[in-house]
């Protein structure tokens, strides 16, 4: 017997519509390797209808004052945790990531997240008005960039889509926003939630696969683009946008060193460790997948990860005792496969480096050793539940190895020397540096980092501020 298969449509202007030459993708459940959709597979008819709506309703969006868009926002947020298990299970069907962690570990933080961008909405500052030139007061405005081009991945949905709508439509812009091709259901259900709370053409979504995120880019109608995805994407998108000029709002692969000092608090480290290089299936930039420790704790560390892999359990959304789910896509598997396949002679795989099961794309929990800095697996990002483990004599060689890569989003260090972890944050080339913990993220704080990884940050007052413009009016105040 054939199952039906749903469709999903694009959100254009108000109004749910296919793609206007009807063509289609499958979009196929991780956790079963089974496809359980269909999505518009959008071309440039679709995205110029969207960037059209999007441009018609920017002027009178852009005028709403800021408490009338707090206001919008925070229907949205109170909106997501109503329809919560709806977004949840859409999410799961998404990204076969484990129910229960997806309700507890996801919405609220999204949530969250809009409603510090509803309250950020007013809070816009600059410097105060004054003369600067005698007989002429100068003024500071803050103002919206436009219609922004945005494009999510497929390892966190729905939250990325939160950390680009929000601070856009906050700020005064409207939005066309695309989600992976192998991930658009929670966005589509995004859309239907916005849609019936922010006036038509705000906020729109085009479903397709690279060559309509490319279209959305090369569109003369956005001031802005933003992608969160691959530093190949996000060098094609800094190209294509360059062409005309057009902003640009980078967030892409990390390969966070993890710096454990021989007096860290050993136990606690590998704990965390674990659950921070293994959660979402590693498929995280800022996972802790590359470990450096203190050469008179290597082997006991190894050891104590290596246990703690074996006690990490990877299975289907609905078992609440699993960390995380399958690889995203056969594509992805693929990818982490070939990682292990060719690891040098000199590497150890101390646990894991297998598929689990024959359905769906899980793959073990993994810890390999005895890699050297200049190795593939440590120098290119695998996006997956893989740690590598290397040893250092002294701090100079956890710094050289540390920064001896082209990724630098986030990294972490583990010591009780106060002193050391104040040298080792200011010494660490990343846009966010832990100590003692790593991955938690507040909306307060700033996410974002340096060289590969990109610029610009999401969350924070600093991302809300990547969406505005800063404009200088001076007048004379003379008779």
Avoid at 33 to 42: E, F, I, M, R
Avoid at 83 to 98: C, F, Q, V, W
Avoid at 126 to 131: D, F, I, N, T, V
Avoid at 372 to 381: G, L, M, S
Wanted: hydrophobic residues 40%.
């Amino acid at each position: 017997m054939t199952t039906e298969l749903r469709r999903l449509r694009n959100y254009i202007d108000g109004e749910f519509r296919d793609a206007a030459d009807g063509r289609t993708i499958e979009v196929v459940n991780p956790a079963t390797g089974q496809a359980y959709a269909t999505s518009p597979l959008s071309g440039q008819a679709d995205v110029d209808a969207a960037m059209a709506a999007a441009a018609a309703a920017f002027p009178a969006w852009r005028d709403t004052t800021p408490a009338e868009r707090q206001k919008v926002l925070l229907k949205i947020a109170d909106a997501f945790e109503e329809r919560a298990e709806e977004l949840i299970a859409a999410e799961s069907e998404n990204t076969g990531k484990p129910i229960e962690l997806t309700r507890t570990e996801e919405v609220p933080p999204m949530v969250d997240q809009i409603r510090f961008f509803a309250g950020a909405a007013r809070l816009l500052e600059g410097r105060s008005a004054g003369e600067y030139m005698e007989g002429l007061t100068s003024i500071v405005r803050r103002e919206p960039v436009g219609v922004c081009a945005q494009v999510a991945p497929w390892n966190y949905p729905m939250m990325m889509a939160v950390w680009k709508f929000a601070p856009a439509l906050a700020a005064g812009n409207t939005v066309v926003l695309k989600p992976s091709d192998t991930t658009p259901a929670s966005t589509v259900l995004i859309a239907e939630i916005i849609g019936a709370i922010v006036p038509k053409g705000v906020f729109n979504v085009v479903c397709g696969d690279r060559d309509t995120g490319r279209a959305m880019v090369e569109h003369r109608t956005p001031a802005m683009a933003s992608i969160t995805g691959s530093v190949r994407a996000g060098m094609q998108v800094a190209e294509s946008a360059s062409k005309d000029v057009k902003r640009v709002h980078l967030e892409l692969g990390g390969k966070a060193p993890v710096v454990v000092f021989e007096d860290a608090d050993l136990a606690k480290a590998v704990e965390d460790i674990a659950v921070a290089g293994y959660f979402n299936a590693g498929q995280d930039c800022t996972a802790a997948t590359r470990v450096l420790v203190h050469e008179s704790i290597h082997d006991e560390f190894v050891t104590a990860l290596a246990k703690a892999a074996a006690d990490t359990k990877t299975g289907q959304p609905d078992d609440a005792d699993v960390l995380y789910g399958p690889l995203n896509n056969a594509n992805q598997l693929k990818q982490v496969s070939g990682f292990i396949d060719r690891l040098p002679a000199h590497a150890k795989v101390e646990a894991g480096g297998h598929r689990v099961g024959d359905k769906g794309y899980f793959y073990a929990p993994t810890v390999v050793s005895g890699l050297k800095q200049d190795d593939e697996i440590i120098q290119n990002e695998v996006f997956g539940p893989v740690i590598t483990v290397q040893s250092f004599t002294d701090e100079a060689q956890a710094l050289e190895y540390a920064n001896g890569v082209e990724y630098a989003l986030a990294s972490s260090v583990w010591t009780k020397d106060h002193a050391r972890a104040m040298r080792m944050s200011k010494n660490l080339d990343f846009g966010c540096v832990w100590i003692n913990t790593h991955i938690p993220l507040v909306a307060e704080m700033p996410h974002g980092g340096f060289k590969k990884s990109g610029y610009g940050k999401d969350l924070s007052a600093y991302g809300f501020e990547d969406y505005t413009r800063i404009k200088h009016v001076m007048t004379s105040i003379e008779g």
